[in-house]
């Protein structure tokens, strides 16, 4: 950990385990995923401590403040120290509707066999 100064964005990100590849922190802040105090960053803008990083991962954004500099990878423990968390909790799951599964190698679904899962997802009311 640095105690004082600034680190690349992309390089902190790694550091503290948000991406599992540099390259990977480097292409998100190349297509607009990392935000910075609320600006997009390039990959070498540079992190202080007290900063806030957004930074989107399939879907959804962590929101991030620094509170420790770190340049290189570490465990998990002390990455965690690295930065507070204020990302949200995510939303429910919603209930999804049963889809009956079929064993692998049964081959296709017979009339009766479709319309009954038919029936099943909402589709078909005839019975």
Known sequence: MVSEGSVR??????AVR???????ATAACRAGHVRLNGERV????????GDEVRARISG???????RALAVKRGSAAVAATCFTDLTPPPPPRE???FVPVRDRGTG???KR???EI???RGVRDDY
């Open 118 to 120: 038919e029936r099943l």
């Open 60 to 66: 959804f954004d962590r929101i991030l403040t620094v």
């Open 42 to 49: 390039k990959a070498a803008q540079n992190v202080r401590v």
């Open 95 to 97: 209930s999804v509707a």
């Open 108 to 110: 296709r679904p017979t």
């Open 9 to 14: 964005v992309d390089s902190w990100l790694w």
């Open 18 to 24: 948000v991406y599992k590849t540099r390259s990977a």
């Open 113 to 115: 066999d479709r319309r």
